[in-house]
């Protein structure tokens, strides 16, 4: 598999087969300090939490859970029903499997060098759970049945986090998730970096999506710890209240900065896709 290229804003071009809503684009390097105030949906505050709101960060308790994410690549000549009966299996299948907490899927908007068109994110409540995911006969079918002979290339990578303990934000359940935009980021550092590199660059990323709770809903980050997919050793999964508030976020210079400074002189290589969050499925299967 080829080595993507890195660049600071690889997510401005879509794909054609992608039946969703084009992002907004905005100039690029924005500092976030200057924004002005913004109407887009669930965006109606001031760019910048104050210091009073961003220091809640620090002392909420916390709760571990497992980000799941699979990406793959449609067969050309995928048809609007067979790619809604695909996502809607694979969304309905948290009803019939235990452990999965949260889920998202859709369609990529962004071009990739790996060509991906499709991606999965799931919660689960602990390792064991991922575990028995894999194996599970129902899930297993879902593939075979509704996913494979569609796509092809799949890559699945699994690491364990921390979210606030509190029932919305660990279910991911509100009004704020759902709508927005799913943003996932697939690291792959250089093996000198481990240790003190690494957890500064993932601590400058956290730190940044922190101080932006009217932009960031949540993000989550962790070691890839799925043996059998190890093309990647690091994720990081951020949603975004709205189109809008993801390219502000990207196209701004202070995450431009960030990933040239931290992650740039480290990384091997990384796969940054985003997808636009809708309601998918509606009945159990």
């Known amino acids: 598999m080829s080595t993507q290229a890195l660049t600071l804003n690889p997510f401005s071009n879509s794909f054609p087969q992608c039946r969703l809503r084009n992002p907004y684009f905005l100039p ?7 924004m002005p105030l913004s109407r887009g949906r669930n965006l109606g505050m001031r760019i910048l939490a104050s210091k009073e709101q961003t220091s809640s960060f ?13 990406l793959f690549k449609a067969k050309k000549g995928l048809s609007e029903e067979e790619e809604k009966d695909m996502l809607d299996y694979l969304y309905t299948s948290q009803y019939q499997m235990g452990g999965i907490v949260a889920i998202s899927l859709g369609c990529i908007s962004n071009e990739n060098v790996e060509n991906y068109t499709h991606a999965v994110f799931m919660r689960f409540q602990r390792k064991e759970n991922v575990g028995k995911f894999y194996e599970n006969p129902f899930y297993l079918r879902v593939l075979q049945e509704h996913v494979t002979p569609y796509c092809h290339g799949l890559i699945n990578v699994d690491y364990e986090t921390e979210v606030e303990d509190d029932i919305l934000p660990i279910f991911r359940k509100g009004e704020e998730f759902n709508f927005g935009v799913e943003f996932v980021l697939l690291m792959a550092f250089v093996d000198s970096a481990f240790g003190v ?46 189109s809008e508030a993801f390219e502000m976020f990207i196209s701004s210079s202070e995450y431009k900065e960030m990933w040239n400074n931290k992650f740039q002189p480290i990384i091997r290589k990384a796969l940054p896709i985003h997808f636009s969050v809708d309601p998918v499925g509606t009945e159990i299967m």
């Open 58 to 70: 620090n002392v909420e308790k916390k709760r571990k859970v497992v980000e799941h994410i699979c």
């Open 197 to 242: 590199p690494v957890d500064d660059a993932l601590a400058s990323l956290e730190k940044l999506a922190a101080e932006l709770p009217s932009l960031i809903v949540q993000s989550t980050q962790g070691s890839n710890f799925n043996h059998s997919s190890k093309e990647y050793t690091h994720g990081a999964v951020i949603r975004f209240r709205s």
């Open 28 to 34: 690029p390097s924005i500092s976030l300090n200057d």
